[in-house]
């Protein structure tokens, strides 16, 4: 466990706020120069055990609010929402109570032998603390309704009042079709966010996803983590989901199938065609499922840096990162889910490049937004998107940061995502002027670009991406990238630390980068656009 010493803290904070006040430059010198000094002191205490690993809804999610719109004020930095830093995201605290409740899954007239967190987990998905089952399992394949690819797995069968039991992912590509679902990348359509999405649609009590580490693109010990003995949430506001919501492991799904006189790996073999049918299962879900609920006001952190155009200065180009994590957890040994890389990396990028931006503005506005509950399903820019602070008919783009380069600096730069729209090209300038080139783009195996708070502005017609640490690195390259890939067994666990040692070149080129791209965009003669026939390509939400 990572310790500061109350002196180390303060030590922190001097340094920050002293950054914050540069001695006077003239204006050849005062550029928009992303430092490593308080990149590096705000990393160092975001992601210290004084913040408790910024959970939503607990003592260090209040702390870190608290923190970043001091800082902000310390930089000049005028409040995004009115006279205020804050925006308030209502959500819901769901977390379920295995010992207290009685749900088995039945098949051939015998209980499953499994336990929760282990096996399977499951939690409400409609902030209800009491639910009672006597459901019919019904396997629905992938789960997917798609008329673009002319595809509905839930054709024939009336699922409403059942419990669904899916695949995760999306159907892979056949020498057919190399190209059904994005060939081998995945699509909105393979992520779990989608598939409660719309067996809730459909009308289903609920949802149990089938796990596997290929198909999830993370391990079991992720799901456990995030559903097993913690406090999950939702926005308390809007749609909620079905009633249950839930994973099983592969194993787990095996002993049910054989249990119900099914052959689960003919029965994924069929799901891979547009002829799958529902199949019902001769299993049940019966007893009831218990969970504390609470509402939890938490908030996103707007700050602004007006822009100097008379006209232009009434658009924003928007700079995000997510500054929860998983917060503490458990009650020995080191309960605290620092999330040093996710994503205290990226809230301290955005406070050193709003730094910088202060200094030299732009043409048009740029506002630095911190959001939360991202660990929790990208809760907080969702409630932006659905109340933006900024109209988003004029908000250029947003440029996300999440899970920055700790290893040392590149020559390339990921800005996948960014090919849907305009901003790619401005992407390659801005990488070509840093010595840089964009990273050769790979399938999107685990739907990242679905999966980081980018993804909500997307949906609302803003072009959108996260940016990405490159693969090419200067210093050492072997053992920079062992060292990156070895991150992959810290991801989402207490291991997440702070290291003082750490290279933070990287971090800063891609801090640097991120600030010249989204200037390249504020400083624009127009508001870039998606391209034609992306899936995204729709006017900006007027909101």
């Known amino acids: 466990m990572h310790k500061m010493t109350p002196s180390f803290v303060a030590s922190a904070l001097a340094i920050s706020l002293a950054l914050a006040f540069p001695a006077h430059a003239d204006s050849a010198k005062n550029a928009a ?18 913040l408790e690993g910024r959970g939503t809804g607990q003592r260090g999610a209040d702390l870190t609010v608290a923190y970043l719109e001091t800082q902000a004020l310390a930089l000049g930095l005028k409040p995004g929402n009115g ?118 649609r459909q009308g289903a009590a609920g949802v149990l996803l089938i796990h596997t580490t290929p198909t999830a693109s993370y391990g079991w010990s992720v799901i456990q983590n995030s559903w097993s003995g913690v406090e999950r949430f939702q926005l308390a506001a809007g749609t909620l989901g079905t009633q249950l919501q839930g994973w099983m492991t592969d194993d787990t799904a095996r002993a049910l199938f054989k249990a119900a006189g099914q052959d689960i790996d003919a029965l994924r073999t069929a799901a891979e065609s547009k002829d799958f049918k529902p199949v019902p299962l001769a299993a049940k879900l019966n007893g009831e499922m218990k969970a504390a609920v609470r509402k939890v ?4 952190v707007s700050a602004v840096v007006p822009g100097t155009d ?74 932006y998107a659905a109340s933006p602070l900024w109209p988003l008919a004029k908000t250029a783009a947003n440029l996300n940061l999440d899970s920055l380069n700790f290893v040392g600096a590149t020559r390339d730069i990921g800005t996948q995502g960014s090919e849907r729209t305009e901003l790619g090209k401005l992407a390659e300038t801005a990488a070509k002027a840093m010595g840089m080139h964009i990273a050769e783009a790979e399938p999107d195996l685990a739907g990242g670009y679905f999966r980081s708070d980018h993804f909500n502005f997307a949906k609302n017609g803003v072009p959108a991406f996260s940016i990405e640490s490159g693969r090419e690195y200067i210093k050492d390259p072997a053992g920079a990238k062992a060292k990156a890939d070895a991150y992959g067994k810290r991801y989402h666990q207490v291991s997440d630390e ?24 504020a400083n624009g003669a127009k508001l870039p656009e998606w391209k034609a026939g992306d899936a995204f390509a729709k006017p900006r939400n007027a909101k």
């Not at 109570?97 to 899954?105: G, V």
């Not at 006001?297 to 996103?300: C, G, L, V």
């Open 33 to 50: 120069v992303v430092k490593e000094a308080p990149l590096r002191a705000h990393l160092a205490f975001l992601a210290s055990d004084v």
């Open 83 to 200: 006279d205020s830093y804050r925006q308030s995201v209502q959500i819901a605290g769901v977390k379920t109570q295995p010992a207290e409740s009685t749900l088995k899954l039945e098949a051939g007239g015998q209980a499953l032998p499994i336990s929760f967190g282990k096996d399977w987990v499951f939690a409400p998905g409609d902030a209800t603390a009491s639910h009672s089952f006597n459901a019919d399992l019904v396997f629905v394949g992938y789960g997917i309704t798609a008329p673009d690819e002319q595809w509905n797995d839930y054709k024939g069968v009336d699922v409403k009042g059942k419990i669904l039991v899916m695949m995760v992912n999306d159907p892979q590509p056949t020498a057919e079709q190399p190209n059904r679902f994005n060939g081998k990348g995945l699509t909105y359509y393979g992520r779990w966010t989608y598939k409660f999405e719309e067996a809730r």
């Open 297 to 300: 006001e938490q908030f996103n």
């Open 310 to 383: 008379p006209k232009l200065k009434d658009e924003v180009v928007i700079y995000s990162a997510h500054w929860d994590h998983l917060g503490k957890q458990g009650d020995s040994g080191d309960t605290i889910f620092n999330g040093a890389v996710d994503n205290a990396s990226g809230s301290a990028a955005l406070l050193a490049m709003a730094q910088e931006a202060v200094r030299a503005p732009a043409k048009r506005s740029q506002m630095f937004l911190w959001v939360a509950a991202e660990e929790q399903g990208l809760l907080g820019s969702a409630a």
């Open 498 to 521: 702070y290291d003082a040692s750490w290279d933070l070149s990287g971090m800063v080129q891609t801090a640097q980068y991120t600030l010249n791209l989204g200037r390249l965009i």
